[in-house]
């Protein structure tokens, strides 16, 4: 007998197993963040009449809420729209990493763009560093922060030289930095390379005080209220689906993956990927430490304090969104990791997220295009958007006041780095071309029988491939699977029950629903009749 599922749920028994996590260590049978469980926020009204201001900001992730606190605090008059419930999308499932140490990547900027280019990079993650330690000061925010050092390890003899090489790159960067060879955690380290003096912390909690803030400078934020399109012009509007208009100077797109293109190519210029977090109550003494391997799969670990005790968020085992596996062999793949490094005494808590990319790995900051100077955006920060967010908020609110800001530059979305960029676009843009025509040529030979309550798979209608999704009552719900993004097939992720778009990254419900954009559309249902 089957409980009723809510969306995204996984209520019993039959669907653990059949979702591959059948073991004691997981405490929850539904995926859950821990940052949500233990924060309680507040909520928004959905706009409900035409409006205006100085700036609006569309995204209720960290991106926006931090630059509408900066925009208030300048004095400017502020809206920020969220398409659902702020802070519940990619902040809420973040391990919150404050820090410069983005991986391996300060050798590879010095190559590809130079000294001077690579230190403005990690300045300005440095800065972005002292930016949030300094409202968390100014406000007292009670958000857990702890100055931690960072550390980049192998546990593989044959990727020391790599450490190495990147040991380099900090010393010409001048980073304060260590080599050590053995870490303060058995990981099985054959060199490491610390930064000193970065942070972690409770993003939620830093986020709600944020929140408050901007709404005592008098700025307003409304939920529920989806930005459908944009209108450009001196004063530029954002429609909503609702059919209200909010015109101002300034739009500020910080919706993950822009709604709204403006003819800047992003769907080409970036790809989604997928990673996982178990927080574990581990069988070792934790030490203090954020630690991130270089070998792969690539794992990451700090920890955070729950009820008195120590919580290691063990994460990674990163996938590009809707490829690879089915969803729930990725927890798996990092339960046995974590098994066999520090040990598992349980699991209370476990969740994914999504992150976005660029194809030169720094993200895209500023006009959304080169022709449209008062519609802006902020994007693509891999897996670093901590520190990321804080230097869109910064630089963004400079763009806002016309001041120059020394990192603008560097992240400008209209940049043409042609190393390495290129190649990577053509070969990014090959792999969509082949999830296009792979999806498009696939016919499914799945009866409806075949699926089981709280499946979905890919099924054949009529010839064509569509998507199916029996219910807990035995119904089954049906949904063309061609995103309705830019028309690739969507997969079924079975840990989080929905289909998932490879090519950029869009979520639907089992319905057909938007969870996620770029796609604004809902996938369209089928029916039978
Ligand atoms: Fe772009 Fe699906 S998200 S085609």
Redesign the pocket.
């Known amino acids: 007998m089957y409980e009723k599922i809510e969306y995204g749920k996984i209520k019993n028994k039959s669907d653990w197993r059949y979702n591959g996590l059948a073991n004691q260590h997981f405490a929850k049978e539904a995926p859950e963040t821990y940052w949500k469980t233990s924060t309680d926020l507040p909520s928004f009204p959905a706009l409900q009449e035409d409006t205006e201001c100085d700036v609006t900001i569309i995204g209720g992730g960290i991106t926006g809420i931090t630059t509408a606190y900066e925009l208030t605090k300048r004095g400017f008059r502020v809206v920020l729209i969220e398409a659902n419930q702020v802070l519940n999308g990619t902040t809420a499932h973040t391990t919150a990493k404050v820090t410069a140490q983005h991986d391996m990547i300060y050798d590879e900027f010095i190559r590809h763009f130079g000294l001077n280019h690579a230190r403005l990079y990690y300045e300005a993650n440095q800065n972005a560093i002292d930016y949030i330690k300094g409202i968390v000061d100014e406000h007292q925010i009670d958000c857990e922060w702890i100055e931690q050092d960072a550390y980049l390890y192998t546990a593989n003899e044959n990727a020391v030289q790599k450490i190495r090489t990147e040991h380099e790159a900090y010393t010409k960067l001048g980073i304060e930095r260590d080599l050590i060879k053995d870490l303060p955690i058995p990981l099985g380290s054959k060199l490491a390379l610390v930064m000193k003096n970065q942070a972690q912390f409770h993003p939620l909690q830093y986020l709600k005080a944020l929140l408050e803030q901007i709404v005592q400078k008098g700025g307003r934020i409304y939920e529920e209220t989806v930005a459908l399109d944009i209108k450009k012009g001196e004063r530029p509007e954002v429609v909503t689906k609702s059919r209200h208009a909010i015109k101002s100077r300034f739009i500020i797109c910080c919706s993950h993956?822009p709604f709204y293109d403006g003819g800047g190519l992003y769907?080409a210029r970036m790809y989604?990927d997928r990673s996982y977090v178990l927080a574990i109550k581990p069988k070792i003494e934790y030490p203090e430490g954020m630690y991130l391997s270089i070998d792969q799969p690539s794992v990451a670990l700090r920890y955070t304090v729950v009820n008195g005790e120590k919580l290691i968020l063990f994460s990674g085992v990163s996938h590009k969104t809707?490829q690879g596996k089915a969803m729930s062999t990725h927890y798996e793949t990092l339960r046995q990791l974590a098994e066999s490094s520090i040990g598992i005494e349980s699991i209370p808590y476990y969740w994914s997220t999504q992150d976005l990319v660029t194809i030169d790995k720094i993200p895209f900051i500023g006009p959304m295009s080169e022709n449209e100077d008062n519609i802006l955006v902020a994007t693509g920060f891999k897996k670093w958007g901590m520190t990321s967010s804080a230097v869109a908020a910064t630089l963004l609110s400079d763009l806002v006041e016309k001041k120059d800001n020394p990192y603008e530059s560097i992240f400008t979305p209209s940049r043409f780095h042609l190393n390495p960029g290129l190649q990577k676009v053509i070969s990014y843009n090959a792999d969509?071309a082949k999830?296009?025509i792979k999806g498009k040529l696939e016919k499914p030979d799945v009866q409806f029988e075949d699926i089981s309550p709280g499946e979905g798979k890919a099924v054949t209608i009529n010839g064509r491939r569509a998507g199916a999704f029996r219910d807990e009552t035995g119904c089954l719900h049906l949904v063309d699977t061609t995103?309705?993004?830019?028309?690739?097939e969507?997969e079924w992720n079975d840990s989080e029950h929905t289909w998932d778009?490879?090519?950029?990254?869009?979520r639907f419900k089992p319905s057909g629903e938007v969870v996620e954009?770029?796609?604004i559309k809902p996938l369209k249902q089928i029916d039978l009749d």
Do not use: D, K, N
């Open positions: 993956f769907a989604s809707g969509v999830h296009l995103c309705t993004h830019l028309g690739c969507v778009c490879p090519c950029h990254g869009s954009g770029p796609a």
